[in-house]
């Protein structure tokens, strides 16, 4: 199992670049998901909004080339690299899996992230971001499939 790493970040910067036009559509559409915010947030003060959503766009962009590095080593491992469709639906049940696990992680994020919770900045987004609004839930598990469908078929297409 021989992994491109190259294609493998690109993959993932190609995916997390869309899944986070997606949230901005999602903001369009009333949903509260500035996630790049959230990530600024974590490391300084909303004192200068246009570091935090620096900082915030680059640590999610590091975030997504991890994560297609991850997913380019599944892809390998269930053997769907090169064959379109096959990485495309094992992409979208790695998204749908990984967004499940983000969701349930959104219920402890108060706990770790400073700028969040009652009186903060950012408010609790709860389990799986119900806090959010009614259709969050939904929409945090399409935006990681988007991902995933995204990077697996960047990563199979560089690959062959």
Do not use: C, K
């Amino acid at each position: 199992m021989e992994i491109i790493w190259t294609q493998a970040v690109l993959a993932g910067v190609v995916g997390v670049a869309l899944m986070t036009m997606a949230m901005v559509a999602g903001r369009v559409m009333g949903l509260s998901t500035d996630m790049v915010r959230a990530i600024g947030l974590l490391f300084l003060p909303d004192r200068d909004h246009y570091v935090v959503y620096l900082i915030g766009i680059t640590v999610h962009l590091i975030m997504g080339a991890i994560f297609g590095v991850l997913y380019a080593v599944l892809l390998s491992a269930v053997g769907a690299v090169g064959v379109l469709g096959a990485a495309a639906a094992w992409g979208a049940f790695f998204g749908a899996l990984h967004g499940v696990v983000v969701g349930a992680g959104l219920g402890l994020l108060p706990a770790v992230h400073p700028r969040m919770g009652s009186g903060e900045v950012l408010s609790a987004p709860g389990f799986f971001g119900r806090n959010i609004g009614v259709g969050m839930p939904v929409f945090l598990i399409i935006l990681h499939i988007i991902y995933g469908i995204v990077a697996a078929v960047v990563y199979s297409v560089g690959v062959t």
